[in-house]
Structure formats: C-alpha cells, structure tokens
C-alpha cells in the first residue's frame, strides 16, 4: 500500500510517500511545495496545482494530514486552516478517505512521546525510513504523518481481521 503524508502550510507544505508492505516500511519520495503569487488565492491556487501533480505523480492508495493547532495569531491560524483544506481537498479529489492526526500523535506515533521537536521527528524518520534524504523539516514531518498513518491502518487491518475471525 502506498501512503501520502501531508503536513500543511501557507508558504512550504510538506509531503511525504511511503509504500508498507505488512510492517515493512520504505520511502518512495518526499518534498515540500512552496507557494506562489501574491495574494491568498494565487497562493492556494499554487499549491493546489502543485499538490494534484504530486498525487498524480504517486498514486497514493492512502492519505493523512496533520492537524492545525490554535495559536495567538488568529489571522495567521485561519490562513493555515486554508492551506490545510486544500491538504484536505487534492487527496479527497483523488477519491481517498483522509486520515487527520494531531501533531502530538504523530510525534507519539514515530519518536514515542508526544512532544518531541523537529530534530528529533527528523531522527525516527531517517531511522524508520534507512537512507531517505529528506528535502527539509517540513518534508520529514509529512513522512512522519505518512508512517503514524500506515501505522493506524496496519492496526485498523488486524482489529477488522480479528472480528472477522471472531464472528466465523
């Protein structure tokens, strides 16, 4: 199963491919987009086309974004919250359910805390992901949304198989 992780932002939004196969996991590519134009539109704009030639350029089978997080600057978080629904959008236009992870779960999830910083995030990924050369932070936390993401749908997997053999 191939699997996108998306970490959204206005100005770069990181993204990230793994393939699983059972609890194997090996990256395909990761990158971050950086936004264009002047004004809000032109920048969504942007990075919508950008994201679309990433998915078409992958063929995800399975997607998940991180989640935005409140902060003071209330104009800055709603302009966030925009470039996340256009996170949101491209993987749904694909015809994929998304997954959406809080920041503290994916940390929990790939370091084994929930509050680690970016080096750290950074560290688990190369160490999950052996000879990934990662195209930034941004791009090392979309691997990391991407890898708590397989994870959830690996024990999504044996849950389902197991109230499966359950009921027989």
Known sequence: MRVMGIDPGLRNLGWGVID????????????????????????????????????????????????????KDAVATLK????????????????????????????????????????????MVRFQLPGVDLAGPDAADALAVAICHAHHLQSAGRLAAAIKGAAA
């Open 20 to 71: 699983t196969a059972g609890s194997r996991l090996s990256h395909v590519a990761n990158g971050i987009i950086h936004s264009e134009g002047e004004d809000l539109a032109a920048r969504l704009l942007s990075l919508h086309v950008a994201l679309t030639r990433v998915f078409v350029n992958y063929q995800p089978d399975a997607a998940a974004v991180e989640q935005t997080f409140v902060n």
């Open 80 to 123: 966030l919250g925009q470039a996340r629904g256009i996170a949101l959008l491209v993987p749904a236009q694909a015809g994929l359910a998304v997954g959406e992870y809080a920041p503290n779960a994916v940390k929990k999830a790939v370091v084994g805390v929930g509050h680690a910083d970016k080096v750290q995030v950074a560290h």
